[in-house]
């Protein structure tokens, strides 16, 4: 298992480090120092995403990131109170998932999932705003 071509092509074309781990038949992908639009404690993360076998044709399914992430004002973020240990380190987990439908196998891939990402932090703010 490793990250597909056109997911490893994605992320080079645009200057995005990472590394690839295998770990519970999921490819473990960390980006280190991803960005984190303001409204947040930190700007920047190390965001983990497990691709599950099968991936772009299954779907991936949450994602993690260390250190922990809140608003700005203290609140904590729904759905972000569980911390989960993966690769020797302790994650914040972002339990969100596709509705059936939502992810097209054989279009979308790790592109697609991290502009969904990115727009889950901003949405998350966004609604503090609200």
């Known amino acids: 298992m490793s990250l597909p071509g056109a997911d490893a092509a994605h992320l080079a074309e645009r200057g995005i480090a990472y590394t690839t ?3 519970s038949g999921m490819v473990c992908v ?3 120092d991803w960005p984190v639009p303001p409204g947040y404690n930190r700007t920047s993360v190390d965001l983990l995403v497990r691709l599950p076998a ?3 044709d299954a779907a991936p399914d949450m994602w ?3 250190p922990a992430l809140v608003r700005a ?3 904590p973020v729904e759905a972000t109170q569980i911390t989960e240990v993966y ?3 302790s994650w914040q987990r972002w339990s969100r998932h596709f509705s059936p439908g939502q992810w ?3 279009i979308d891939g790790l592109e697609t999932y991290l502009a969904r990402i990115r727009g889950e932090l901003l ?3 966004q609604q503090v705003a609200a």
Request: aromatic letters at 8%; charged letters at 30%.
């Open 21 to 23: 781990q295998v770990e």
């Open 30 to 32: 960390v980006l280190p």
């Open 54 to 56: 099968g991936f772009p």
């Open 64 to 66: 993690w990131v260390d």
């Open 73 to 75: 004002d203290g609140r």
């Open 87 to 89: 690769l020797g380190r």
């Open 104 to 106: 097209r196998p054989g």
């Open 123 to 125: 949405r998350s703010i």
